[in-house]
T-cell receptor, first 110, second 116 residues
C-alpha cells in the first residue's frame, strides 16, 4: 500500500519562529516530492517541489529530502500568521498520479 | 504559473438532481486532469484520472456511473454528479498537469457541493 504519513497536528508556533513539518513515505521508488499549502475552504497551492536528496530553499521555505530514510520535511522560517494553513506533503508515482498525506495544520500565533 | 479555472465555486441542489462541474486549463494544454473529493478536515481523495480523448480511470470505490467524467479537449474536463444525495456533499477539486511541469499539479479553486 503506497502511503504518505504526516502528523495531523495542530502544530502551533509563535510568530517569527521556525515551523518544521515532516512527512514519511513508503515507496522507495518515489522520485518527486511536493509540499502544498491549503487554506480553509480553498484548494491547495504548490509551495515546493524537490527531486533529489538534500535541501532546496525558496524564500522562507526550505524543503529537505532524504530518500534513504524516506522522509521529506518543510521548514518555514520567520513564520507569519498568514502561514497558518494545512500543509500537505505529496509524492508523485511516476504515472502522473500524486499521493497526498493527510496534512498538518499549522497555527502561527501573533 | 498555469491557471486552472473551476466552476461553479459552490452549488446547492436537491437530492436526486445532477450537478455538473467544469474544469478548464486557461493557458496550457492539460494532458491529464484529476478529480479529487475532500471532506472537512480530511485530505484529498483522488476520485479519477482523465486523459484527453479517453475514458477516465476511476479509483477503487468510486462509482463511475455516478461520477461521470468527460475530458473532450485538452483544456476542458467535466465532472457530473448524477442523482446526488446528501452523502455526496463535499468539496470537489480538479487539478491538471501539462507536458512541461511533470507531476506538478495545478489546482482549480474547488466546488463546494451541498445536497439537501
Amino acid at each position: 500500500q503506497k502511503e504518505v504519513e504526516q502528523n495531523s497536528g495542530p502544530l502551533s508556533v509563535p510568530e517569527g519562529a521556525i515551523a518544521s513539518l515532516n512527512c514519511t513515505y513508503s515507496d522507495r521508488g518515489s522520485q518527486s516530492f511536493f509540499w502544498y499549502r491549503q487554506y480553509s475552504g480553498k484548494s491547495p497551492e504548490l509551495i515546493m517541489s524537490i527531486y533529489s536528496n538534500g535541501d532546496k530553499e525558496d524564500g522562507r521555505f526550505t524543503a529537505q529530502l532524504n530518500k534513504a530514510s524516506q522522509y521529506v520535511s518543510l521548514l518555514i522560517r520567520d513564520s507569519q500568521p498568514s502561514d497558518s494553513a494545512t500543509y500537505l506533503c505529496a509524492w508523485g508515482t511516476g504515472g502522473f498520479k500524486t499521493i497526498f498525506g493527510a496534512g498538518t495544520r499549522l497555527f502561527v500565533k501573533a | 504559473g498555469a491557471v486552472v479555472s473551476q466552476h461553479p465555486s459552490w452549488v446547492i441542489c436537491k437530492s436526486g438532481t445532477s450537478v455538473k462541474i467544469e474544469c478548464r486549463s486557461l493557458d496550457f494544454q492539460a494532458t491529464t486532469m484529476f478529480w479529487y473529493r475532500q471532506f472537512p478536515k480530511q485530505s484529498l481523495m483522488l476520485m479519477a484520472t482523465s486523459n484527453e480523448g479517453s475514458k477516465a480511470t476511476y479509483e477503487q470505490g468510486v462509482e463511475k456511473d455516478k461520477f461521470l467524467i468527460n475530458h473532450a479537449s485538452l483544456t476542458l474536463s467535466t465532472l457530473t454528479v448524477t442523482s446526488a444525495h446528501p452523502e455526496d456533499s463535499s468539496f470537489y477539486i480538479c487539478s491538471a498537469t501539462d507536458r512541461v511541469s511533470y507531476e506538478k499539479l495545478f489546482f482549480g479553486s474547488g466546488t463546494q457541493l451541498s445536497v439537501l
